[in-house]
């Protein structure tokens, strides 16, 4: 079935792209040209776009618990994206990823879906504001607002991926500025959930995250910058699943030493957060910080927080780019790449991770806090060429009766490209 899907996909994007070259040829005006265009060509013709996008990412990781035995290296794709963004007008506009799991264990529901959906959206884009509707995160925090191909380390940070942000399926509206945007979003479920039971409602959220830069400058010979943002999520789990909360240790895999238990499942929760970052030429900092009341399916109120800081020098130069009408970084390119006679791009990158799922007390043993160190070093040899080497230590301190506290410790390397 794996190889159906994966085979079906790549077969709907080439014949999307022949389509798109051969409706522009039957146009008697002109022709369809190709442009280059972020590391792949792009078919043009008048106002209409069709351009293929995709990226891989490949891991190589080694753990070292104090307390578990899962002192392993193992090698694993973390990502590997195929995609087609594109518009049909100047204000029509679209974008879908199909998501390629190669490592989803067949017939097993804890493995993984072989094929699914990152963004899959189309949008309306006005002058000042934009519509979206379809899988998207357009409310999301910075961090998980940021693409996975240009975030400073391997992972996001512990409660972005603990208090389960990401894509779901929604409309959403968006009013941007040069340096600063707002957005406010209704959705229900991610596209990639089950849809086997229609007799149950799904979940559901209203979110919104608002973004400004009073500091935004930049030129040949200097980059300033400081981001402020904030951002806010009131979600209903609904009646045909339950948000669990449990970590890993940072940047790793395996278990999650730190659990608010099956039986803290949310059934409904609000989140609030706050976000800053700064950027002095080749030097920056991001830093966020969340914390989530909730309700279980049992009636139980429960608290969470979590928050993380970054650091990061660039060795050769180059500022990390700043989107502000979207207030999200992107991608680094190198002033002198490899082929150009340079040495690329060059970052280093420290970072304080922390989150706490103890409350309430005295319940499950697995509930805690965790805090993690990292530090990471970033190769761009060429634009869309990216290595980044991690190492994170992280402390998982379990808060319940009679419990085992752990430590574990985590090298990982990733290769990455896209185009």
């Given at each position: 079935?794996?190889?159906?899907?994966?085979?079906?996909?790549?077969?709907?994007?080439?014949?999307?792209?022949g389509?798109?070259?051969?409706?522009?040829?039957?146009?008697?005006?002109?022709?369809p040209?190709?442009?280059p265009?972020?590391?792949?060509?792009?078919?043009r013709?008048?106002?209409?776009?069709?351009?293929?996008r995709?990226?891989?990412?490949y891991?190589?990781?080694?753990?070292?618990?104090?307390t578990?035995?899962e002192?392993?290296?193992?090698?694993?794709?973390?990502?590997?994206?195929?995609?087609?963004?594109g518009?049909?007008?100047?204000?029509?506009?679209?974008?879908i990823?199909f998501?390629?799991n190669?490592?989803?264990?067949?017939g097993?529901?804890?493995?993984g879906?072989?094929v699914?959906?990152?963004d899959?959206?189309?949008e309306?884009?006005?002058?000042?504001?934009?519509?979206?509707?379809?899988?998207?995160?357009?409310?999301?925090?910075?961090?998980?607002?940021t693409?996975?191909?240009?975030?400073?380390?391997?992972?996001?940070?512990?409660?972005?991926?603990?208090?389960?942000?990401?894509?779901?399926?929604?409309?959403?509206?968006?009013?941007?500025?040069?340096?600063?945007?707002?957005?406010?979003?209704?959705y229900?479920?991610?596209l990639?959930?089950?849809d086997?039971?229609?007799?149950?409602d799904?979940?559901?959220?209203?979110?919104?995250?608002?973004?400004?830069?009073?500091?935004?400058?930049?030129?040949p010979d200097?980059y300033?910058?400081?981001h402020?943002?904030?951002?806010a999520?009131?979600r209903?789990?609904?009646?045909?699943?339950a948000?669990?909360?449990?970590?890993?240790?940072?940047n790793?895999?395996?278990?999650?030493w730190?659990?608010?238990?099956?039986g803290?499942?949310?059934e409904?929760?609000?989140?609030?957060?706050?976000e800053?970052?700064?950027?002095?030429?080749?030097?920056?900092f991001?830093?966020?910080?969340?914390t989530?009341?909730?309700?279980?399916?049992t009636?139980?109120?429960?608290?969470?927080?979590?928050?993380?800081?970054?650091?990061?020098?660039s060795?050769?130069g180059?500022?990390?780019?700043?989107?502000?009408?979207?207030?999200?970084?992107g991608?680094?390119?190198?002033?002198?790449?490899?082929?150009?006679?340079?040495?690329?791009?060059?970052?280093l990158?420290?970072?304080?991770?922390?989150?706490?799922?103890?409350?309430?007390?005295?319940a499950?043993?697995?509930?805690?806090?965790?805090?993690?160190?990292?530090?990471g070093?970033?190769w761009?040899?060429?634009?869309?060429v990216?290595?980044?080497?991690?190492?994170?230590?992280?402390?998982a301190?379990?808060?319940?009766?009679?419990?085992?506290d752990a430590?574990?410790?985590?090298v990982?390397?990733?290769?990455q490209?896209?185009?």
């Open positions: 079935m794996k190889n159906v899907l994966s085979r079906a996909a790549l077969a709907a994007l080439v014949a999307a792209g389509a798109a070259a051969t409706a522009g040829a039957a146009h008697a005006q002109s022709a040209t190709i442009q265009m972020s590391g792949a060509p792009e078919i013709d008048g106002q209409q776009r069709f351009k293929v995709g990226r891989f990412q891991d190589i990781y080694s753990s070292d618990w104090d578990l035995d002192d392993a290296s193992r090698s694993y794709v973390r990502r590997a994206f195929l995609g087609a963004q518009r049909f007008s100047d204000r029509w506009r679209y974008k990823d998501v390629l190669p490592g989803a264990a067949e097993d529901a804890t493995g879906s072989d699914a959906v990152d899959a959206y189309l309306y884009a006005g002058d000042f504001f934009s519509v979206v509707i379809g899988e998207n995160n357009v409310t999301s925090p910075l961090e998980d607002r693409s996975s191909l240009d975030i400073p380390f391997n992972e996001r940070s512990s409660f972005i991926n603990t208090f389960g942000y990401g894509r779901a399926a929604g409309v959403a509206g968006l009013v941007t500025g040069a340096n600063w945007m707002a957005a406010v979003g209704v229900g479920d991610s990639n959930n089950q086997s039971n229609f007799a149950l799904e979940s559901s959220s209203v979110s919104g995250r608002f973004t400004w830069a009073p500091i935004f400058e930049a030129s200097s300033r910058l400081l402020l943002g904030v951002s999520r009131q209903h789990i609904g009646d045909d699943a948000q669990r909360f449990r970590t890993r240790p940072l790793g895999r395996g278990t999650r730190i659990d608010a238990g099956g803290l499942a949310g409904s929760d609000t989140t609030w957060g706050a800053i970052a700064g950027q002095w030429d080749q030097f920056g991001t830093a966020e910080y969340a989530l009341d909730g309700t279980s399916t009636d139980v109120d429960f608290d969470f927080s979590g928050y993380y800081v970054d650091l990061y020098w060795l050769t180059e500022p990390r780019a700043y989107r502000g009408n979207q207030g999200s970084f991608p680094i390119v190198p002033e002198r790449s490899l082929p150009d006679g340079g040495w690329g791009h060059w970052m990158s420290a970072r304080y991770d922390y989150v706490d799922l103890s409350d309430p007390a005295g499950a043993g697995t509930r805690g806090e965790q805090s993690s160190y990292a530090l070093l970033d761009i040899p060429v634009d869309h990216r290595f980044k080497l991690n190492y994170a230590v992280t402390e301190d379990r808060t319940g009766p009679a419990t085992t430590d574990a410790s985590v990982s390397l990733r290769t490209f896209d185009f």
